[in-house]
């Protein structure tokens, strides 16, 4: 090997640890600057309030509905008009038949359709 080679082949050699050490020093500032700059943990968050407003001494009276006299209540649950409803069924309307021009229109374009087919299979 000549002298020059040797000096080449140190140089690369003290050049990559060089930057190897460099690297890892960059590395270690950053992450030590990114420890400082997190901000604390916050505390937990405080349980939620309970109202007061209403307490156990002050409880509003409850609403009651006062029917008329001349209602009648019904004692079995609804059964009359479920079965008044159940009973009744609409009439489906009366669809009138396609007209008899429709029809023909039709026909002829199906025809045509299938002339056109036979046409262009040969």
Do not use: W
């Not at 930057?19 to 997190?38: D, F, N, Y």
């Not at 309970?50 to 509905?65: E, L, M, P, Q, Y």
């Amino acid at each position: 090997m000549s002298m020059s080679s040797m000096i080449s082949a140190q140089g690369v050699a003290v050049a990559t640890a060089m930057a190897v050490s460099g690297t890892v020093i960059l590395l270690a500032l950053r992450l030590q600057k990114s420890l400082h700059e997190m901000p604390p943990p916050s505390p937990p968050p405080p349980p939620p309030l309970r109202s007061c407003i209403s307490s156990g001494r002050k409880k509003a009276k409850k609403k009651r509905v006062h029917f008329a006299k001349d209602v009648v209540e019904s004692r079995r649950d609804g059964e009359e008009f479920r079965k008044k409803i159940h009973s009744f069924k609409p009439k489906a309307p009366s669809k009138p038949g396609i007209p008899a021009n429709r029809v023909a229109l039709y026909n002829g374009i199906l025809r045509d359709r299938v002339a056109q087919r036979l046409a262009y299979s040969c």
